[in-house]
């Protein structure tokens, strides 16, 4: 995978550069038990709230970065019959843009992303429910275990 650089023109700590691998995982961003051990606490390490603009300009970010092949790989694409690549839906690509951030902001691919806002994102028609419109918000987290 290749890393996606900064947006710089609208000043977020996307820090998408650092990013650490980090795959779309359909259905998962919110664990029924967010640690596995036991013994594990999860720590919020970053949150988020990108605007409608802040997620149409990530989204086209990553377009431009990956490529058509480099979406289609990351399962964000889908090659048509005709031949040209299509994007599969915005959920999935939210979900690429929370994943990456919240692996660079939490510094371990282990990270998990808990998305609260818009509903639209956890409905049962998330794939085609969720749109740009109303951004994106929620935290990172990472399991911990104190001694």
Known sequence: MR????????????????????????????????????????????????SRQELR?????????????????????????DGRCGIVDRWNMATYIAQHYCGAAGGNPDVIINITAPSAYNSPQHHTAFNYENGLQGSCAVCTVSE
Do not use: Y
Not at 10 to 33: D, K, Q, S, Y
Not at 36 to 43: I, L, S
Not at 57 to 77: C, D, F, K, S
């Open 57 to 81: 300009a990530m989204a086209r970010q990553v377009e431009l970065t990956l490529g058509p092949e480099g979406l289609i790989a990351e399962g964000l694409a889908e090659r048509e019959a």
């Open 3 to 50: 890393p996606i650089p900064a947006l710089s023109m609208l000043c977020l700590p996307l820090l998408f550069a650092a990013a650490l691998p980090a795959t779309v995982r359909a259905h998962e961003t919110m664990p029924a038990n967010w640690c596995t051990n036991p013994d594990a606490k999860p720590q919020i390490v970053a949150t988020f709230n990108f």
